[in-house]
């Protein structure tokens, strides 16, 4: 079946750039989103079809997809963008939704 | 900007069947699918299924054998059943609005559902 590999953890200082990396085989050919999920809350969709935002998400977040890797980029982070990001595809070989374990960004 | 809110039993037995409801307020009901998602801190996010108004289903194939998913569109709601619940199961269970290409724009505030074994 079709894995998505997110790291664990990652941590930046107020102000800089955070980035998260999601590996899959071929990640490129698919359509990538990503989600927010703050502590005891629902996730929230930041990043639909790799690089789209939807209404309301800051231009600051964007995402990227380049051959088995996609990213999700937070400029300028702040205090309020700690929280778990997770990407997520759709896998037509296995006919099933496929999210990554997740990674926790804290703000140093 | 659609709300969904979800309910449902959230102890249950060994055995014993799931049911989750959830309902959809504002946007337009047939434009989009309706999911369930569950999220354990062990197995992380698993996608459950999803369902049209129309009543087309497609299940995770790891739980199909198990769930069953309806739709009211009349009062723009959709449910879960999950059968034969084990402490496997306990999790939070969220209902979700997905789009074209399986994102998920919208999510309920979730349901623990909690399986003591």
């Known amino acids: 079946s079709y894995v998505l590999t997110q790291p664990p953890s990652v941590s930046v200082a107020p102000g800089q750039t955070a980035r998260f990396r999601c590996e899959g085989f071929?990640?490129?050919?698919?359509?990538v989103h990503w989600y927010q999920q703050r502590p005891g809350q629902a996730p929230v969709l930041v990043v639909h079809?790799?690089?789209d935002r939807p209404s309301g998400i800051p231009d600051r977040i964007f995402g990227s997809t380049s051959g088995n890797a996609a990213t999700l980029t937070i400029l300028r982070a702040e205090d309020g963008d700690e929280a778990d990001y997770f990407c997520?595809?759709?896998?037509?070989?296995?006919?099933?939704?496929?999210f990554g374990g997740g990674t926790k960004l804290t703000v140093l | 900007q659609v709300q969904l809110q979800q309910w449902g039993a959230g102890l249950l037995k060994p055995s014993d069947t799931l049911s989750l409801t959830c309902a959809v307020y504002?946007?337009?009901?047939?434009?989009?699918?309706w999911n369930w998602i569950r999220q354990t801190p062990g197995k992380g996010l698993e996608w459950i299924g999803e369902?049209?108004?129309?009543?087309?289903?497609a299940y995770n194939p790891s739980l199909k054998s198990r769930v069953t998913m309806s739709v009211d569109s009349s009062n723009r709601q959709f449910s879960l059943r999950l059968r034969s619940v084990t402490a496997a199961d306990t999790a939070v269970y969220y209902c979700?609005?997905?789009?074209?290409?399986?994102?998920?724009?919208?999510w309920g505030q979730g349901t623990l559902v909690s399986v003591p074994s």
């Open positions: 997520q595809v759709w896998d037509s070989d296995s006919e099933n939704v496929v």
């Open positions: 504002g946007g337009t009901f047939s434009d989009h699918y």
């Open positions: 079809d790799g690089v």
């Open positions: 979700a609005q997905g789009g074209t290409h399986y994102e998920f724009e919208s």
């Open positions: 369902i049209r108004h129309t009543g087309t289903t």
């Open positions: 071929n990640i490129g050919f698919k359509n």
